[in-house]
């Protein structure tokens, strides 16, 4: 039997979520700044507010990369450069960062945060959409421990990836039998295929940022705004000085 309250709510949820991550924006948001990975999904901003966008690849590289958004707009990359490092982006130079759905694809979220922080002027913010895994596809992987991103931060990443592949295929993909998952697991690896390496429900999230406030290394931030946002959290930090 077709159950119209759970397809509405399937149609709704994605509208809803965009509205939220809108006015958190709108709050947020002025003068200059970049963008990582909007790809087909920048943010809307105010009138006045100016972004550049930045990836990996260039627009034709990226278009040539996906077909299958062949017939949807894709954003002119303003920035050829790693979101991680943004090594072409000086420190204290940015009014804000967004990065929308991106850093649960980083292998060193904590070296990219402190990345993100760092190119934002004091009392600037990075604006961040995050998903919580516990109502994606995620949802049976265990959140990412604070020691785990401390040791892919420290150590590198190198060592939990191939892990990292595996939870994925197996808890987020649900392959089942071990011929499959080793095929499946080999066939992302080729790819490098940029999964979700990293995983957080709103609690597991919070404790990390709190955590970094006291790291060395790290500008220092406040969190300004923390917000549950459907599936995902809104996260604002706002560097201090």
């Known amino acids: 039997m077709l ?16 509205l939220g991550r809108l006015t958190i924006a709108d709050r947020h948001l002025r003068g200059e700044g970049i963008e990582i990975g909007a790809m087909q999904d920048p943010l809307r901003v105010r009138r ?16 040539a ?9 894709i954003v002119t990359v303003d920035i050829v450069d790693d979101g991680e490092r943004l090594t072409t982006i000086a420190d204290r130079t940015q009014d804000f960062v967004i990065a929308n759905h991106f850093l649960e694809h980083c292998e060193d ?4 945060l402190r990345n993100l922080l760092r190119v934002v002027k004091p009392g600037g913010v990075v604006y961040l959409s995050v998903p919580d895994k ?19 931060h420290e150590q590198g990443p190198e060592g939990s990836r191939q892990g990292h592949y595996e939870e994925v295929v197996r808890l987020g993909m649900k392959v089942q039998g071990e011929p499959q998952v080793r095929t499946a697991v080999q066939e992302l690896v080729a790819q490098k295929f940029r999964i979700h390496f990293h995983c957080w429900a709103q609690t597991d999230f919070l404790s990390l940022l709190c955590m970094l406030q006291a ?4 500008a220092p931030f406040d969190v300004a705004e923390f917000v549950a946002n459907e ?3 809104v996260v604002v930090l706002r560097r201090l000085c």
Request: proline residues 6%.
């Open 134 to 152: 516990r109502h994606i596809f995620d949802r049976d992987r265990p959140s990412t421990t604070i020691e785990h991103l401390l040791r892919d």
């Open 65 to 73: 990369m996906h077909p299958n958004k062949a017939g949807r707009h």
């Open 3 to 18: 159950d119209l309250r759970r397809l509405a709510k399937n149609f709704v949820t994605p509208f809803r979520q965009y």
């Open 48 to 63: 006045g507010v100016k972004v550049r966008y930045v990836d990996w690849l260039s627009t034709e590289a990226l278009r």
């Open 215 to 218: 790291r060395a290394g790290f």
């Open 231 to 233: 599936r995902e959290m």
């Open 109 to 112: 979220p904590i070296g990219t």
